[in-house]
């Protein structure tokens, strides 16, 4: 079975482009998470997804960044303006939750590496 | 608020030797999950091995263990035969049960086993 697929691994651009990262999650998971880790340091949560709904963005700076997850299953987080202190590690992960396998385990892709100049 | 505090930003150890990581939390919550994940170079995290708080039996994963003292808060981890695979940076995580499933996690520890 196919784990949590993330793209792009590296990106690299100048301050204030757009940049967006993809996240494709496990089949069949209803949560979807999305971290930024700064060099390091543990992940930080920017927002979770209960099948198409957003129930926790409270940490997600909503004045550049934006996430969507269209019919429940791919997501898409963006930044734009992207700000030099964008630069980190944006992890995508997912799990099974209030079902009967519910351990509480995420599931996480590879990250997509930020670099702002 | 619930915190995790990993002491060791780093350790090393020769192959084959046992290592402990320690992480201590504050929760005033009764029932939780403990974890401990695992980041190697790579990047992509894996869960190594999770406890519930309500179980007084300390989990085990082949050669990972963990000592859960619940009244003193704290979820040490215990790598046996360390192996140069075991490399990583190593992250607490807590999660209350059956509520938000919000994970706080702890800072991180990095782990080098040399050969």
């Known amino acids: 079975e196919a784990g949590v697929v993330q793209s792009p691994r590296y990106k690299i651009i100048e301050k204030k482009q757009p940049v967006a990262f993809w996240c494709n999650p496990i089949s069949g998971h209803n949560t979807l998470y999305w971290y930024l880790q700064n060099l390091g340091q543990g992940p930080e949560l920017l927002i979770r997804y209960e099948n198409e709904e957003a129930v926790d963005d409270s940490q997600l700076p909503k004045d550049r960044f934006s996430a969507e997850r269209l019919k429940g299953v791919d997501s898409t987080l963006k930044i734009q303006p992207a700000e030099l202190g964008d630069s980190a590690v944006y992890l995508c992960?997912?799990?099974?939750?209030?079902?009967?396998?519910?351990?509480?385990?995420?599931?996480f892709g590879e990250g997509s590496r930020l670099t702002v100049l | 608020a619930q915190t995790v505090t990993q002491s060791q930003p780093e350790m090393s150890v020769q192959e084959a030797e046992t290592v402990t990581l320690s992480c201590t939390y504050d929760?005033?919550?009764?029932?939780?999950?403990l974890f401990w994940y695992k980041q190697p170079p790579s990047r992509q995290m894996i869960l190594v091995i999770r406890?519930?708080?309500?179980k007084q039996q300390n989990a085990t994963e082949n050669r990972f263990s963990v000592n859960f003292q619940k009244a003193a808060k704290s979820f040490s981890l215990k790598i046996s035969d360390s192996q140069l695979g075991d490399t990583a940076m190593y992250f607490c995580?807590?999660?209350?049960?059956?509520?938000?499933?919000?994970?706080?996690w702890g800072a991180g520890t990095k782990l080098i086993i040399k050969p």
């Open positions: 406890q519930e708080a309500y």
């Open positions: 929760t005033s919550e009764n029932n939780y999950y």
């Open positions: 995580a807590f999660m209350k049960q059956r509520s938000n499933y919000q994970l706080i």
């Open positions: 992960a997912s799990s099974l939750e209030k079902g009967p396998t519910d351990t509480g385990e995420l599931f």
